[in-house]
DNA sequence: ATGAAAGCGCTAACAT
DNA sequence: ATGTTAGCGCTTTCAT
């Protein structure tokens, strides 16, 4: 097999006996009005046949547009991130769009290095979780309008800016008060030390649902790093330690919750009959788990759809730079053996 | 903030008063011997002080290269394939490459448009793990030589191509010994029903296992696309069903053991008491699981380290266009509870 | 030791 | 309705 030499629009033009300009304008849909029926189908009929397609980087070159959009999630091999990745991909490619996936770790440097890097890249638009601290750097990115913004999962409120996340107030309050309709008398919190905004949310979401059942919130906030440790894992058992009318709890996240089961299992606790539990984001371990644990999940589907679909509407730009998209979507409790108490209902 | 500029080797040259190709030998490192140090050293300083970076789409224009690799992996949101994928881009940076991700879902159709995709985008290299039946079109690319090809995870003894895989004869063979040595008498294999090397290899590890050990071997191959369904799980159920006297199973995938074990759960069975099992491809729920699962595990870093040195070793291509690369990593037994049966050792 | 200039493939303003 | 042409930023051959 010999190499696969590259068709051009010059190659087209010289076989064809047409100019560049023509061509490029039939290939750019552009051709309405300007050339006629005959070349056209012409050159669309000889494209097809030698399966031209035009070189990127000439395209990008002339226009400055890369036409790809960066994903920066937290962790790209989390599930819940990967699953989002997976949908927008399928619809960003439909509408002509490239995109690339990259994992900030939750750390400012980075995040801001990676940027900086598909700045010097050309990327068109940064769909972004940001680590945290990160207010000042997104503003900036945002007021140097060179590429559409658009934060995932976390917002901020004193900044103007575009964002798709869940309505974490409500699927904390929903996901509490059902820990308190399975006859739970003390439920606490255990979620994440931090200034993102679905930290505080969801932190307010469980006050909000206890507030009338339980004398005080219970609540253990870890930072970032212990998430996964033993060191969090102990925080957690002190507070089982120090509070042992816990009969309830809810995590913050799929991480917390992993963590916190695991503790549960050396502490030997039996869920639900000692402890409801219920987590914030599903995954198949979740339903396997003995038992199996109730979560607040999150509309992997809806929440991929927005993002590209406010992504696009925006890098379309027909209503000026300064638009912006903002959209919240309600999750959805998936009730299973872990809060199953069948003390009501 | 004003919209930053982007600086270009022309702009370097006029406010220098320095040639344009003089600065570009300087920043390809290609000054030596030609530039004096002191314009060397002027060219540098300003580079560093405006914070130039060279423009990707004009480089990748004249010089056809991209410094982009793909890898397209059966499924990255697996946690496998993200992991390797995690550990592959931190060194390709490295070294000044890029990567891209992308999934085929074990499908010939859109593994091809992938590839016909990014042949396109003219990258330098294809990281693949090939869907089924796709011999033929992996043979094709690499005769075309436009870019490098390094497979993963599979490999075809009848074609001459690099790889890197598990050595995954040894791999099931030290697993279901395990499950013999642990007192199992009669082990089945739940298998992929695949033309996968790496399937056919597994399943003659555990043949080689068991053949001095029970009057023959049991085992179930299912299709690709029941490995998650009711359908492959109702197979599985049969099989014990009609092979009562199984008491250890090895899995020869992470899938196949998550939906096995739900089959176990609905059928009440207890392990390790009533069956041990050990299961391909080690992930975080194994750990959690009730009893926690023993694994035969892949060295996740040692095989991205390998993939990525071996696809970097052939685009340098200094032993000439048809050298390969080819690897051969041994896994790791991880044991957990379930297959503790305690009888030896 | 340094520079001039061609050309990679494309778009679009400007002819005709 | 169609064509000519400049130029995007860069690498590299060939002068000087």
Redesign the interface.
Known sequence: ????QRVSIKDISTELGISITTISFIINKKAKNRISDEVIKKVEDYIKKVGY?P????Q??RTGK?KTIVFMAED??D?FF??V??EM?EIAYKNGY?M????TENDKERASELISLF????VDAFIITPPENFQQEIQ?LI????EVVMLFDRRYTTTDHSYVILNNFNGAKTAAEKLIASGCLNVAYVGLASDFSCMSERLEGYKDAIKNHQSQPISLLLPFKDVKSKAGRTQFKNLLDQHKNIDGILFATNGLA?NG??GL?ELNKKIPDELAVITFDD???FE???PSISVLSQPVPALATELIKGTLQLLKGKNGPNETFQKILPGKLITRDSCNLGVYD
């Open positions: 097999m010999k190499k696969k397609k070189n990127t980087s000439a990008t070159l890369t790209i091999s599930p990967s699953a990745a997976k991909e490239k690339i996936y990259c994992s700045q010097d890249r050309q900036e007021a140097q309008k060179n992993i089961l695991k299992k995954r198949d371990l396997l788990h003995s």
